[in-house]
Every structure is written in C-alpha cells, then in structure tokens.
C-alpha cells in the first residue's frame, strides 16, 4: 500500500507540473488542474450472485485542457477503491462477506461546459483503463473469521465507461466543485475463467475537488 501512494503521488506531482503553465480565458490548452478526493459506492455485476454496495476511497488529481470555449478535455490520475458486502444465512449461522479492489485508473473524458464564471456546471464522458493494484478479502462466518489478500484470480488490467456531472463555484483564486459519476466496466474481471466465472466492475463515485487556475 506504501508503493501504491507513492507512485499516486509521484503521479500528481507530475501532473501538476505539466499544469503550472495554464493559460487564461479561453485560449486552447491546459485551462486548470488540482486535487480530487471522494467515495466510490461500488458491486460486482455478475449472474446468479447478489450482492450490495461497498464504500471505498477515491483519491487524485486532474488536469483539464481546454479546446473550445465550452468542450474541454479532463485528464485523471486516481486511486479508487471497488468491491462488493455480500450477506447470506444457512442452517449453521450469518455468512458476511467483503472484498476490496484496489484500482489506479487513468480516465480520459470528454467535458462539456454550460454556466457563467460564476456557477458552472458540466457533463462528462469516456473511457476509464484501470490497474489493479492489491486488494482484501474478509469474512465472517458462524462467530470465525478470516482474510484473504491473494488477488491473482483478478486480471491485472480493466476498461470501463465513465459518465456523469459536476459543478463549480469560485471560492478564493480558485473554484471548489463537486462531481458525481457512474462507471461501468466492459470487461470480465476474472483471470483464468475460461468463460465460467464472468463479472464487472460498476461503482457510483462522488468527488469534491478543487481547480486551480481558472476555468
């Protein structure tokens, strides 16, 4: 976990200093960039398996470069927390179950502006290549329990659409937003299935940021 938030920061700080040099109005180039931290709501969607949503972490950063005045490109860097809870009860007690994917996704999206400076607000869309990176499995079954954080039944790489909409709001020299998106995954999650085992990603993700250079 060390190595993971390392690397996110290592990747921040890069990302930041491709930004230090946005231009004003609405010239065409990189137009803003800062921080995002939030929560993804995430499950599996797979056959003949239920199971609910689980709370996680999104944390990162953004750069957005903008091409007209109203179409802008926004480029992220996160790390994001997915899984799924899953209860059951059989004749010998409660099953509880909880497991967590641990993802770095680098989203590339398609935003299209719509407001004045002062409120802004935005739809958004595109694709979203994550790579898994760790993860946890717990349980508790009749009063034991155990972990597990053997994740190579899960393929390394995943692809997902991403769509959704935020809002801005000029707070210092800056703008403070929030944004809400879906993710749904477009590929098999499992490695070595041959076909039998099949499921995706699909995760509600709620994200405060912050825009530093304008908009």
Request: aromatic residues 16%.
């Amino acid at each position: 976990m060390k190595k993971t938030f390392a690397a996110l920061l290592m990747g921040l700080f890069a990302l930041t200093v491709a930004a230090s040099a946005a231009p004003d109005g609405n010239e065409r180039g990189i137009s803003g960039y800062g921080p995002m931290l939030g929560m993804s709501l995430a499950k599996f969607c797979e056959k003949d398996f239920e199971n609910g949503l689980k709370a996680g972490l999104i944390l990162g950063g953004f750069v957005n470069y903008q091409l007209t005045q109203r179409i802008s490109l926004a480029g992220q860097l996160l790390f994001v927390q997915k899984g799924y809870t899953c209860s059951d009860t059989d004749a010998f007690g409660i099953y509880k179950s909880r497991r967590t994917l641990n993802y770095f996704e680098l989203p590339i999206l398609a935003k299209y502006s719509f407001g004045e400076n002062t409120l802004g607000y935005y739809a958004f869309a595109g694709p979203s290549f994550g790579f898994q990176v760790g993860g946890k499995y717990t349980y508790e079954y009749d009063g034991v329990k155990g972990e597990d954080t053997d994740m190579s039944h899960f393929k390394g790489m995943d692809l997902g659409l991403r769509f959704g909409g935020g809002l801005d709001y000029p707070i210092c020299s800056g703008r403070l937003g929030f944004e809400l998106g879906f993710e749904l995954g477009l590929c098999n999650i499992y490695a070595d299935s041959d076909g039998y085992y099949s499921a995706r990603n699909f995760a509600v993700l709620l994200m405060f940021f912050y825009v530093f250079g304008g908009r």
